[in-house]
């Protein structure tokens, strides 16, 4: 279970090709939404769109297909999606909300539904959740430091940024240019240390890279709202899907780095405890499921 | 009945199931005896219980077929204090009121469980700023959570806590859901809240994401993000605590979500 609980999991990807041509991997979380725009399953969107500064990702309300298409593609930094969600719901008056959370953002969401205590109708406005695999997650200065420094690319010349086959990714428009993973570690945020989610368990759909070939996306679908919207975007001919290779570059590695990130939380929340220092999960000696996000 | 309180809130993760187990609820929910509910007005706005009456869809059958008011102003026309399941308190308690003092003690003595709700009670809340010399009554100065003098079971944060929590939290009073309520009553422990929690506990526990959950849930709009981490308006906070309450990094119901979603 430490790929949470799914209904479906699949490769998929976005058929529109301005969308493939733009999107970090298969295109799924600007596909579905545009597409559940297009049918008023949602009415709106919160995204991680573009702000004055480059790389800098500002949490927005997208209400039309480009402005969706405008925050296309991963950044590699923190875009706090949940802050938005008021204004979503206050200022743009949403019904029906669609917002793209990671593992962590997702918990957030989830723990308002179930429990919203100073949150006055709101629960109720999330029509559709798209989760994204996260590892972890850096601050702006330390993303921006470790591609100058490592990659040695102004960090105003970067087209897109990657995480595959074990190095971070940096594309220009006349080179490609990659370092080894482990060398941002130290720049990653400290609070990623006690995640036990790579997947976003509780979100409606999962979608990421990891276990899928390139241009191509992994995809869980969880609940029966996210079940109904990606049936209905599969049905459309908006995303295709094909059969996950239960190997070692498909499946097995999915499931091999959820292992490993969540074992790593727990050494961390255990070694914390210890400490006593807080931390909201369950130390191993206290759980039936020594890897449970809980 | 019940069962379309819970269809209300999104209890039941299939709807859709047989209407007989749906029935079967209904009649338990019947069988079982009201809960009796006193509501004491302490040194709040009235915005809690203004609160739980926007429970439009349901209010009419919750207050006649679900719980029995037994003790409250504007609610109940009764002058003695009876005894009572369920005391639900709002307001902090003032120091310097006798009768506030008298009344949340007697509530403590007569009622099997007491609640403090919303952030007056629970923590004091907007309150906490008092320093008396006002009108009407200048002499009243010193405002404090009500677990400060009794036993508090239970806590329901919130500058007002939103309809749906209440509606959620009776339904579980009625269910004896003590899963859902554990939140609640380990809450009850704290009273000294404010927007700096995210920066002591949170913060600078390491612990924190940036996910923006707390600045959205805000009530007073306090809270903005910086570099992806909570940066507090002082002058605007109200100190009630829902940011750290809401954050998932202060506590963690992974079991109830999972059951919520039908995960």
């Not at chain 1, 470790?146 to 940096?170: H, R, T």
């Not at chain 2, 320093?131 to 405002?143: D, K």
Request: hydrophobic share 40%; charged share 25%.
């Amino acid at each position: 279970m430490v790929l949470g609980t799914y209904k479906q999991i699949t490769l998929a990807r976005s058929t529109d090709k301005q969308i493939q041509k733009i999107s970090q991997d298969g295109g799924i979380a600007t596909g579905l939404l545009s597409f559940a725009l297009d049918e008023k399953i949602i009415d709106g969107a919160v995204v991680a769109g573009p702000s004055d500064e480059m790389w800098k990702p500002m949490p927005t309300v997208a209400l039309t297909s480009d402005e969706i298409l405008a925050a296309a593609g991963t950044k590699y930094t923190l875009s706090p999606n949940m802050w938005m969600l008021k204004q979503a719901v206050r200022q743009y008056g949403l019904e029906k909300v669609g917002i793209v959370t990671i593992p962590c953002q997702t918990m957030g969401l989830r723990k308002m539904q179930s429990y919203p205590f100073g949150v006055r109708f709101m629960a109720d406005k999330i029509a559709l959740d798209i989760g994204i695999f996260c590892t972890e997650n850096f601050p702006f200065e330390s993303l921006r430091t470790f591609i100058s420094a490592k990659a040695g690319v102004d960090f105003d010349l970067v087209e897109k940024m990657d995480i595959g086959k074990g190095k971070f990714w940096v594309h220009t428009q006349d080179d490609l240019i990659s370092f080894p993973i482990k060398e941002t570690h130290g720049y990653e945020q400290n609070g990623c240390k006690v995640c036990l989610d790579l997947v976003s368990e509780m979100s409606d759909v999962s979608t990421g890279s990891i276990g899928a070939p390139d241009d191509w996306s992994a995809v869980m679908v969880r609940t029966e709202s996210g079940d109904t919207a990606f049936k209905q975007a599969v049905d459309a001919g908006v995303i295709e899907t094909k059969t996950i290779d239960e190997g070692k570059f498909g499946l097995e590695m999915l499931t091999k780095l959820a292992t490993s990130k969540k074992e790593k939380a727990m050494k961390v929340i255990d070694e914390r405890k210890a400490m006593g220092l807080p931390v909201p999960y369950k130390a191993s000696s206290e759980k039936e499921d020594p890897l449970a996000n809980v | 009945m019940l069962a379309r309180i819970k269809e209300f809130l999104g209890m039941e993760a299939k709807p859709t199931e047989e209407v007989a187990s749906e029935q079967e609820v209904e009649k338990v929910a019947e069988e079982k005896p009201k809960p009796r509910i006193g509501y004491i007005h302490l040194s709040g706005c009235t915005g809690d219980v203004m609160s739980l009456s926007e429970n439009y869809d349901i209010l009419a059958p919750l207050l006649t077929e679900m719980v029995d008011v037994v003790y409250g102003q504007t609610l109940a026309d009764v002058w003695d204090m009876p005894e009572m399941d369920l005391a639900l308190v709002e307001g902090s308690v003032c120091l310097q009121d006798e009768h506030s003092i008298k009344e949340l003690m007697e509530a403590r003595e007569k009622a099997g469980l007491v609640v403090a709700f919303g952030s007056c009670a629970a923590t004091g809340c907007f309150t906490r700023y008092s320093r008396g010399g006002q009108q009407a009554q200048p002499n009243h100065e010193s405002f404090v959570p009500i677990a400060d003098l009794v036993k508090v079971d239970c806590a329901i944060p919130g500058c007002p806590p939103s309809p749906e929590i209440i509606a959620k939290t009776v339904v579980a009073v009625i269910n004896g859901d003590m899963d859902y309520l554990q939140p609640m009553i380990d809450l009850a422990g704290y009273t000294e809240a404010g927007g700096s929690d995210l920066q002591n506990k949170v913060v600078n526990q390491a612990l924190c994401i940036g996910c923006g959950t707390c600045a959205m849930s805000c009530q007073t709009r306090a809270l903005d993000m910086t570099n992806g981490r909570p940066e507090l308006n002082e002058d605007r906070c109200v100190k009630c605590g829902v940011c750290y309450v809401q954050c998932p990094r202060s506590w963690w119901p992974a079991d109830r979500i999972n059951m919520d979603l039908g995960l």
